[in-house]
């Protein structure tokens, strides 16, 4: 089946380590996005990238680092400089064109303390 | 800026009974509307999408209505049942963004048996 992976489902961090999220897409996709998501809050795109080996700051990239050196992983990584890390990040990914719809991956729900 | 916004965050009904979303746009500019669900601890799943050169669409059991003349775009469902309860996001794409989203904050719909 074709989709979006993202692992691990929940991880735990101590405050001031770096950590990496994993997020590999099976679709064929160009374009692949991080967000994060508040409880009780909307989605807040942090990277995005149409493209292998480009990517473009969302609106919250402050903290956060993004790689995108196949077309199939767009991994993320939350830096000690986020002050608030603590949130469930979503990855999705789209065709390259305009009135695509995301297709998302079940999530990583990350704790850190 | 500009951004996606729902009249109600919480909408509790009767199983068997329609239910009807809203959602509010400020941008004049979105020619493209999605509508997710969410799960609890699940990522989005796409439900009906709808394109600004059109007023209504239907997918099965459900019905997205557009009327760009008060930015509005409404999701109904059809004989809502227990699995529906979920949080539902709209979501707007303006053309000029490319394949970017802007989410809503999200409705917590509950069915009550």
């Known amino acids: 089946d074709g989709g979006i992976t993202q692992s691990p489902k929940y991880l735990f961090r101590k405050e001031g380590q770096n950590v990496t999220l994993s997020c590999e897409q099976n679709?064929?996709?160009?374009?692949m996005y991080w967000y994060r998501q508040d409880p009780g809050q909307g989605l807040r795109l942090i990277y995005y990238?149409?493209?292998?080996?480009?990517?473009q700051k969302g609106d919250i990239a402050e903290g956060y680092s993004v790689s995108r050196e196949k077309k199939e992983s767009f991994p993320l990584t939350v830096t000690s400089a986020q002050k608030n890390p603590t949130a469930f990040y979503l990855c999705?990914?789209?065709?390259?064109?305009?009135?695509?719809?995301?297709?998302f991956g079940n999530g990583t729900r990350l704790t850190v303390t | 800026g500009e951004s996606v916004g729902l009249h109600l965050p919480t909408l509790s009904v009767q199983e068997g009974d329609n239910s009807i979303i809203n959602c509010a746009y400020s941008?004049?500019?979105?020619?493209?509307f999605i509508w997710y669900k969410q799960e609890s601890g699940k990522g989005p799943q796409f439900i009906i999408d709808i394109r600004s050169n059109m007023d209504k669409r239907q997918g099965q059991r459900v019905t997205v209505l557009l009327n760009k003349t008060v930015k509005h775009l409404s999701l109904q469902i059809a004989a809502t049942q227990p699995g529906d309860s979920a949080v539902y996001f709209c979501a707007e794409n303006p053309e000029t963004s490319g394949s970017r989203l802007t989410f809503g904050e999200g409705t917590q719909l509950t069915v009550n048996p």
């Open positions: 941008n004049s500019a979105s020619d493209y």
């Open positions: 679709l064929n996709h160009d374009a």
């Open positions: 999705a990914s789209s065709v390259q064109d305009f009135g695509s719809p995301l297709h």
């Open positions: 990238s149409q493209i292998v080996n480009d990517f």
